[in-house]
Every structure is written in C-alpha cells, then in structure tokens.
C-alpha cells in the first residue's frame, strides 16, 4: 500500500504543470510518524507556522513550528523550508518488553523540522515530506528519535 501511494503521488507531482499557485492556508493528513493532522499557515512569503495534532505511543500529542520557507529555483510551486518548534501531549504507552521500557504521562519537549513541499497547479492539493528530530524535556527526558512523515493537505 506504500508503494502504490508513493506512485500516486510521483504521478500527481509529475503531471501537474510546473507554475503552481502560492498559498495561504492547508490543512490536511499526516502518514508517518507521527500519524494525525496537519495545518500549515503562511505568515508571509518566507515564513510559515505549521501544527500537527497526532496519536503516538498510545496518547496524543500537539506540535508548532516556525519554519522558513526556501524556493527551490528553476522549479515553481517546490520549497525546502526548516525551522524548530514545540511538542506537548500525553502519551499511554505502558511497558515494551522489546524496549524494556514505557511511559505514561505528560511530554513536553522541543523540535526541530527540515523538508520538501510542492504545490500543485490548477488543483488545491500540496504534498510535504519532512524529518524532525525531537528531544523529550519532561516526561520520557531524552532523545526521542528523527520523526517523518508524507503529508497530504487541501489548500484554501
């Protein structure tokens, strides 16, 4: 199912014009980790906020980013854009006798996020891939791992 989601949205990506329309506001999923929702909010031409509300080890968990967005040249409605952030939520993953390890409580921590975004033209679709890296303050204190995910968002 991978795979053929991957195709999908080459194919997307490859058979849309390349002059793609600048955007305000999306909003959309988030296949990965952490899996849930995403809304991405440009607050200018080179900033942007992004919030994730996701389910993660067995909780639930609210992400906010500040990211800075690059246009990649020769290649219109494609960015790479990083940034850093927050995380808060509480997570109920009880005991992985693999990790030998569990948690259950709250979490708060910081991020950061490095990606890929491209928009599409005559359609209100944009797709996103990101890597963001993540250190656990309070509650599971320490690293907590390079996340990533594909996100699918509508574009208003």
């Known amino acids: 199912m991978k795979r053929g989601f991957l195709i999908v949205l080459l194919s997307l990506i490859l058979a849309s014009s390349s002059y793609s329309q600048e955007y305000k506001t999306s909003m959309g999923i988030r296949a990965g980790l952490p899996i849930g929702l995403t809304l991405k909010h440009f607050l200018n031409r080179d900033y942007a906020l992004e919030g994730m509300l996701a389910t993660r080890w067995g909780g639930i968990t609210l992400a906010g980013f500040l990211e800075k967005e690059h246009r990649v040249k020769n290649h219109h409605g494609l960015y790479w854009?990083?940034?850093?952030?927050i995380h808060s939520g509480i997570w109920d993953a009880g005991y992985n006798p693999r990790l030998k390890a569990g948690y259950t409580g709250p979490v708060?921590?910081?991020d950061g996020i490095i990606g890929l975004e491209y928009t599409l033209d005559y359609h209100p679709l944009n797709f996103s891939f990101d890597l963001y890296p993540s250190l656990n303050l309070i509650g599971s204190a320490g690293w907590g791992g390079i996340n990533g995910a594909v996100s699918v968002r509508y574009v208003f």
Request: hydrophobic share 50%; aromatic share 38%; proline share 0%.
């Open 81 to 85: 854009f990083w940034g850093g952030g």
């Open 108 to 110: 708060f921590g910081i």
